[in-house]
């Protein structure tokens, strides 16, 4: 039994032997994890000034820039909306004004975000996998909120270029219509005419154009009747000379007769009068 009580009680000593080892081996196991991975501790302060400077006030100065562009935005739509102002009154300036501060709060936006995309992507993963799944899941948002900015932009141009296509052809077309308008019933082909007139010259070159303009109607008994005129006259003055000839002829013969009776009372006196000289 003396024996026996003896063994077991070395056998209790160098079990609280191994359980002491054991013991001072986890406690140093746990130092050197400790050592290993080191206290969490504040930042230094180039570090901390290094990330304000290169992150912190950009990002502060793109949201204030942004702020500023949006306050100017919703000025813009409040004076779009006053019922006592005119709708007309500035509304092109007032169109450039907001799609200038809409630009310009895009670009802001997009400049910040490329900042920040930047920042993410030359920062290191940690080794926690918290932490990396939270630089992931950043980056990822970033690169989508780029992607949607971008298209919106896209959209937004691709609207303004079709209103501004809009409203050249509709210029395009007024434009067109009143170059036609005086032209709809000349002939393409014909030559352009610019007619000069004098102020007192309008009511004849109106009735010379309606003469022109009337074709003239043909009587066929009025041309009858003025050639059966014609033809009677021509033989009228052809019986009237030949009567105008013959009368001539004897007053010719009449006055040759009158010349010869003349002539013979002449002989007869002056044989008279040889007769009283003898």
Known sequence: MS???????????????????LGELRADLRESERDR??????????ELVRFTEQYTI??????????IKSLELLRGTLRLADPGRSVAEGTEGAGDRLADVRDGATAGLARSLSELRTAL??????????????????RDLTAEIESRIDEGRREADAARDRRLGRD?????GDED?????????????????????EPGDGGDDAESEAAEDDPPE??????????KRQIDGDAAGDETDAEAVEADDAHDD??????????????DADGQGDDWAD
């Open 58 to 67: 950009p990002t502060v100065i793109a949201l204030l820039e942004t702020t």
């Open 3 to 21: 024996s026996r009580d003896r063994r077991d009680d070395d056998l209790e000593e160098r079990l609280d032997e191994l359980e002491s080892v």
């Open 168 to 172: 050249r052809d509709r210029g395009r």
């Open 177 to 197: 219509g009143s170059r036609s308008a005086p032209d709809a019933g000349r002939n393409d082909d014909s030559p352009v005419q610019i007619d000069v007139t």
């Open 121 to 138: 992507s030359e920062a290191d993963l940690p080794e926690d996998a918290a932490s990396r799944s939270i630089i992931a899941d950043a």
């Open 37 to 46: 991975r080191g206290p969490p501790r504040p930042p230094r302060l180039s």
């Open 218 to 227: 043909v009587d066929v008994e009025s041309e009858l009747e003025s050639i």
């Open 254 to 267: 009449a006055d040759d007769a009158s010349a010869d009776d003349d002539a013979s009372a002449d002989d």
